[in-house]
């Protein structure tokens, strides 16, 4: 039997040894391509080369590409685990020539690779081709091709319409037709009658292995099509099938890259997989296929959250969830499968072995806060019973749909698959117009003049040149004015409030996380005082701030940038990158950066990391920074081609967008990343680094807040100030603060305890006097409405829950006057919630005492203005003694 890497390899050899330059996979989210969410063919990697607009050093190429489709017209999410050959996650084999050979070198390559040198019996084969379809010819080059180079008769020569055999990537881009190759499952001789029917339960029937797309054409926003620069070859084959038939196996979860993982699935439940098409194996499949899915995206920086590509991973990973729930895996078992996902592929790609402990992390986090909804959520669908009715069948309704997503935090797409499980369907329609009527009323509408302002932005990008940015080597320039806006439209003088734009500046726009530049645009007797530079459109640098005179357009003007602030934001900046550093050395390769901000007073740096920094790790990171300060090391910076730059060990974040040339930053030999900002000259320019705080922004990121030269020294001495202060209040001298905050604390605990023995007395009437002296009795059921000497919300909650299990059943409403306001709180009975409402009657109590609030039908809590009018707002309890 051959691997799966034995497959990849034999592949990615057999063409590079044809003169193909072996590429290694693109990202899952697509460089340089707004059309797609996520990389979901071979091809998306070489697009722009495709249609002419890129240009590399080689004209053929062969790949195995990662590849994901989750979103867009390729999205195989609802099939997965239903099938024997979905997927979320799949990689994608192919070889690709960019107007070298066309289809007679693709066609003779692909049939000697599977029948020479992977060993496929070619009986059990045929291909289809384009038949043509409106002004577009069928493609009998092929037909003709496949009969004279692998001998296949007409019969084996299917002809199908353009949805099978005119292939293209997406609305718009390259595309032209395909020929497949199919190979035939299962025992006994290929049965040409049932071509186009997929492997049954018992694995006969026909699988497409092999896509080879002849790209001819581009296709156009308006659905015309150009032909391309030069015909190239652009061809696809699924690992995981081809594994499949090779291996000898059903299903591609049989293939060696699958089945461990679903075996883990099965261990994990206690339940046997079958292979079959009943519930428990489906689920089986799906943990799969997920954890690959949450693997690969997570070792790419995609985090669980509620961006697009953050919630797709979300859905993904709660629909696994979901399935081990369904199987009876009762504790935390994502991480375990997800881990098992890279022991698997971690051979062919390292990132996922490099980042498994913050896979594993991300992975225990967010099933375990899924976990703690999923139950609830559950629930409540087993009692609803609200069902709406379409053709005989129940229906859940779109508002209900759309507050498990928003309460339970239930992805439309999981309780889908609960309601096929469970006999329900789901109005989708109500689900997506409940999400639009609230993100409507979330959202303040878009302002006008913002807008007018975007589109003369875009205007002056498509008219201008690039504006020339020379601010790396200096500081201050001569220009021209090219433009003027204010009030959200061009002008041709300004005076006053505005934007600017000039042919070439030395100020920064803001990008990569560093802040725009501020300063002063001289013009005659003018000044224009700069206090933003923007790029709101590629290669547009635009200037904000106002003018104490008039300036018009073709004016000569000198630009100045604040060179305080400047020198501060380099420093800050260079900053970063060594923290990215000693982040890494301290927690390991996983520690990523996920974003930051640079500016002249602070820097914020975001990182992927599952749990604060311990003290000891904070200190050990400044330790490492400082003492890069102290070496003083040049900082240097090169323009040279990316893939150089990766070959130099250079680190991108992938956030950012990188084109084919990058600017190269090194601050030590072991401090090498890509970034397009502004720096110091040497690390000894820093003076002294100093982390200010450091915590929790989101699902798997943490964030870093930090200080360099006299920002770094004014907050020690600040914090020196506050120790010093509060040292004095405590009357201790230098060292002696801890322990009389810890005294102080003790001593806070045991008051704390004394004071909650002493309203237990209270309540018991032990203490003399009796709270209970003024209850009265409504058939079974006892009421009290009284005040308290108590000085916080807490306690008197407490009071009354107290109060009401002494006296239950019963409805407690207790009053308190604390730093001149008025508290309430009512406690209820469990069992008296259908007659007696805690939120209803507190709110009727707050409205006396000139406050408001409310609650849950056993208890609630109010405030108000006026402490006086508490005897009279407890006493509304007594109420229900009025219709007796």
Not at 170 to 196: A, K, Q, V
């Amino acid at each position: 039997m051959k691997s799966a890497s034995d497959i990849r390899e034999a592949f990615l050899a057999y063409f590079e040894a044809r003169g193909h330059a072996r590429v290694d996979s693109a990202p899952i989210v697509p460089a340089n391509d707004p059309t797609l969410m996520f990389t979901n063919a071979g091809m998306v990697q070489f697009k722009d080369v495709f249609t002419g607009q890129d240009v590399r050093d080689y004209r053929r190429a062969t790949t195995s590409q990662k590849c994901v489709r989750i979103s867009g017209k390729h999205n195989d999410l609802e099939n997965v685990g239903f099938t024997a050959r979905h997927h979320t996650f799949f990689e994608m084999l192919g070889n690709f020539s960019f107007g070298d050979y066309f289809k007679r070198e693709a066609i003779g390559y692909a049939w000697e690779l599977l029948t020479g040198v992977l060993g496929l019996p070619a009986e059990r084969m045929v291909v289809s081709i384009f038949e043509g379809e409106g002004t577009l010819p069928a493609d009998e080059e092929a037909a003709a091709l496949w009969q004279e180079i692998a001998g296949l008769p007409p019969e084996r020569i299917f002809r199908c319409n353009a949805k099978e055999n005119f292939w293209s990537m997406g609305d718009t881009g390259p595309c032209g037709p395909c020929t497949e190759i199919h190979y035939f499952m299962g025992e006994g001789e290929p049965d040409l009658s049932r071509f186009g029917e997929e492997p049954g339960a018992d694995g006969s029937g026909w699988v497409e292995i092999w896509n080879n797309v002849f790209m001819q054409f581009e296709r156009h926003a308006d659905g015309s099509l150009t032909p391309l620069p030069a015909p190239s070859v652009d061809t696809g084959m699924g690992l995981e099938r081809l594994a499949c038939v090779l291996q000898g196996v059903v299903s591609n979860y049989d293939t060696d890259l699958l089945r461990p993982i679903v075996d883990l699935a099965s261990a994990l439940s206690g339940k046997p997989y079958g292979g079959t098409l009943g519930d428990d194996d489906v689920s089986m499949r799906v943990i799969a296929d997920h954890a690959r899915t949450t693997a690969f995206m997570i070792s790419e920086g995609i985090f669980p959250g509620n961006g697009k590509r953050e919630y797709v991973l979300r859905r993904v990973m709660r629909r696994a969830i979901r399935h081990g729930h369904r199987l009876g895996i009762d504790r935390l078992f994502m991480h375990e499968a997800a881990a098992k996902a890279c022991e698997v592929m971690g051979g062919a790609y390292p990132q996922l072995l490099e980042k498994r402990e913050l896979i594993v992390d991300l992975c225990q986090q967010e099933e375990a806060r899924f976990r703690r909804t999923l139950s609830d959520g559950l629930e409540r669908l087993a009692r609803f019973d609200g069902w709406e009715a379409r053709d005989g069948q129940r229906v859940l309704p779109g508002e209900v749909a759309f507050d498990l997503y928003g309460t339970y935090g239930f992805p439309l797409d999981l309780q889908v698959v609960i309601g096929r499980e469970r006999g329900f369907l789901v109005d989708e329609a109500g689900y997506e117009r409940a999400m639009e009527a609230h993100q409507l009323a979330s959202e303040t509408a878009a302002d006008a003049g913002d807008a007018a302002v975007a589109g003369v932005y875009k205007a002056l990008a498509n008219e201008l040149p690039p504006t020339e940015f020379v601010g790396y080597d200096r500081e201050d320039a001569t220009s021209t004015v090219l433009a003027l806006v204010a009030g959200g439209a061009r002008v041709d003088r300004l005076a006053g409030e505005g934007a600017l734009v000039v042919a070439r500046t030395p100020f920064y726009a803001e990008s990569g996380g560093q802040v725009g530049d501020r300063g002063v645009i001289r013009a005659g007797g003018a000044t224009f005082t700069v206090t933003d530079t923007i790029k709101p459109v590629d290669g547009l640098w635009v200037h904000l701030g106002s003018s104490d005179g008039p300036i018009e357009v073709g004016a000569e003007v000198g630009l100045e940038v604040d060179h305080d602030a400047r020198g501060r934001t380099r420093r800050n900046h260079s900053a970063t990158h060594l923290l990215h550093w000693a982040l890494r050395t301290v927690l390991g390769p996983q520690a990523m950066q996920k974003g930051s901000l640079v500016g002249p007073d602070r820097l914020r740096f975001d990182y992927a990391g599952a749990r604060p920094l311990t003290i000891d790790e904070i200190a050990r990171i400044e330790d490492l920074v400082n003492a890069k300060i102290r070496d003083n090391a040049p900082i240097e910076t090169e323009i040279l081609p990316m893939d150089d730059a990766k070959q130099r060990g250079a680190i991108g974040i992938f956030e950012e967008k990188y084109g084919a040339v990058v600017r190269m930053l090194t601050m030590t030999p072991d401090s090498i990343e890509l970034c397009g900002g502004t720096h110091a000259s040497r690390t000894g320019d820093l003076g002294l680094f100093k982390i200010l705080s450091e915590g929790g922004l989101a699902a798997g990121v943490r964030r870093i807040e930090a200080q360099t030269g006299t920002g770094a020294l004014a907050f020690v001495r600040e914090l020196e100030r506050e120790l010093g202060e509060a040292g004095a209040l405590l009357k201790a001298k230098r060292g002696e603060a801890p322990d009389r905050v810890q005294k102080l604390l003790e001593r806070n605990k045991e008051l704390s305890r004394e004071l909650a023995q002493l309203q237990k007395r209270l309540v018991s009437g032990s203490a003399g006097g009796d709270l209970t002296a003024g209850a009265q009795r409504l058939g079974e059921v006892t009421l009290l409405g009284t005040t308290v000497e108590l000085g916080d919300g807490k306690a008197l909650r407490e009071m009354a829950d107290q109060l009401r299990d002494k006296l239950a059943p019963a409805v407690i409403l207790l009053g308190a006057a604390a730093g001149g306001k008025a508290l309430l709180a009512c406690s209820v009975s469990k069992e008296l919630t259908d007659r007696f409402h805690a939120g209803n009657l507190i709110r009727d109590a707050a409205s006396v005492v000139g406050g408001g609030g409310g609650g849950r039908p056993d208890f609630a809590q109010a405030g108000g203005k006026d402490p006086s009018k508490l005897d009279e707002a407890v006493k509304l309890v007594y109420r229900f003694l009025e219709g007796q």
